[in-house]
Each structure stands twice: as structure tokens, then as C-alpha cells.
Antibody, heavy 118, light 111 residues
């Protein structure tokens, strides 16, 4: 059974940093691209970033480019999202997803809440 | 960016057909591939993939769900609607990436 379990969320002040993790199991992690998708409270879904199966390629939405870094450790079957210079508009539930070529998300974690507030 | 437009809500009776539409600001089809996908999200839960590449049923999804369309106009059909189907439905395109974009969601409600 495919499982994606996020951790690392919480309350953080504007301008500070936070790192999310996603532990994957039930599939060969190193064979799949992975992505983060977020959802602000009462809002719709928004793709954040994608990383290729081997970590050689990464893609970001414009609003997080230069502030967020997606990475992975295939030996640990873990996906990461390093978030720097956080803003109030980054407040959202962040979902870890498995990214299938051509660019749809077939498994989702339960999500982790990130609140950016002073 | 490709903008996907969905109606905010749709009211339907149990046992009837629900048709949810998604319109793209430009074509999301390449050759024979229609790069539109559909998700279901229930309150307090993560989204679930229903349909990929416009018409392919995802694993474990009941056959009462189906998808169709090409170019800029796509449809998710639920027939017949069951009580468990009350949720918000999102379309998502992967024709032009990045960014992959989602529609605003259609909330399926009981009439």
C-alpha cells in the first residue's frame, strides 16, 4: 500500500524558515517524480514544486522560486521542502504527492499545516 | 499560465447524473493525449485522483465516474450520484508545465 506521511509543519513567524518532510513507503521511491501541492484555508489546490525521480530536475511556481527548495533522499525514501523567507500567503496545508508523467498526482499524503503569522 | 474554469457549485439529486465541466484557456491536448485530470476532495481529507488523461479511471475508482473531452472543454460525469460522492471536484492540466494548474473546484451538493 502506498503511503505518504508528511511532518514538520506548525506556526512560524514571517521571514523565518521551515522544513517539511514526507516519508514514502509501499512503492519504489527512486522510480517516481514527487511534488508538493498546497491548499490555503477554504481555498483551492495550488501546485508548488516538483522533483524528478533522481533529483536532477526541479520545477517551482513563480511565487516560491528562490525561497523554496524541493529535494529528496532516495536512500531514505523521503521528500523534503525547505521553505525560507516565509510569507503570510504561504499559510496552507501542504500535501506530498507522487507525480506521474505526464504531470498528474496519483497518491497524496494526509497533509501538514503551515501557518505563517506573528 | 493555463487557466482552468469550473462552476463553483452543482446541485444534484441522489441517483441522478451529475455533469461537472472544466474549460481551459487554451488547448491541453497534445496529439492523442488529453492532459486533463480530475480529483475528488471531501471535507478534511486529502484529494484523491479519479480520472487521468481525460478519460482513464484511476485505480479503485467506481465505474460510475467517467471523464470525456478534448482541446479546451472537459467533463466529469457521475452516474448515478451516491451520497458518498458529495465532495468538491477539481480539474488539473499538465499540458503546459510548469506551472501545473488546477481549476477552482466544483462543490457537488444535494438538491
Amino acid at each position: 500500500e502506498v503511503q505518504l506521511v508528511e511532518s514538520g509543519g506548525g506556526l512560524v513567524q514571517p521571514g523565518r524558515s521551515m522544513k517539511l518532510s514526507c516519508a514514502a513507503s509501499g512503492f519504489t521511491f527512486s522510480n517516481y517524480g514527487m511534488a508538493w501541492v498546497r491548499q490555503a484555508p477554504t481555498k483551492g489546490l495550488e501546485w508548488v514544486a516538483t522533483i524528478s525521480y533522481d533529483g536532477s530536475s526541479t520545477y517551482y511556481r513563480d511565487s516560491v522560486k528562490g525561497r523554496f527548495t524541493i529535494s529528496r533522499d532516495n536512500a531514505k525514501s523521503t521528500l523534503y521542502l525547505q521553505m525560507n523567507s516565509l510569507r503570510s500567503e504561504d499559510t496552507a496545508t501542504y500535501y506530498c504527492t507522487r507525480d506521474r508523467n505526464p504531470g498528474y498526482f496519483d497518491y497524496w499524503g494526509q497533509g501538514v499545516m503551515v501557518t505563517v503569522s506573528s | 499560465d493555463i487557466v482552468l474554469t469550473q462552476s463553483p457549485a452543482l446541485a444534484v439529486s441522489l441517483g441522478q447524473r451529475a455533469t461537472i465541466s472544466c474549460r481551459a484557456s487554451q488547448s491541453v491536448s497534445i496529439s492523442r493525449y488529453n492532459l486533463m485530470h480530475w480529483y475528488q476532495q471531501k471535507p478534511g481529507q486529502q484529494p484523491k485522483l479519479l480520472i487521468y488523461r481525460a478519460s482513464n479511471l484511476a485505480s479503485g475508482i467506481p465505474a460510475r465516474f467517467s471523464g470525456s473531452g478534448s482541446g479546451t472543454d472537459f467533463t466529469l460525469t457521475i452516474n448515478p450520484v451516491q451520497a458518498d460522492d458529495i465532495a468538491t471536484y477539481y480539474c488539473q492540466q499538465s499540458r503546459e508545465s510548469p506551472p501545473w494548474t488546477f481549476g477552482g473546484g466544483t462543490k457537488l451538493e444535494l438538491k
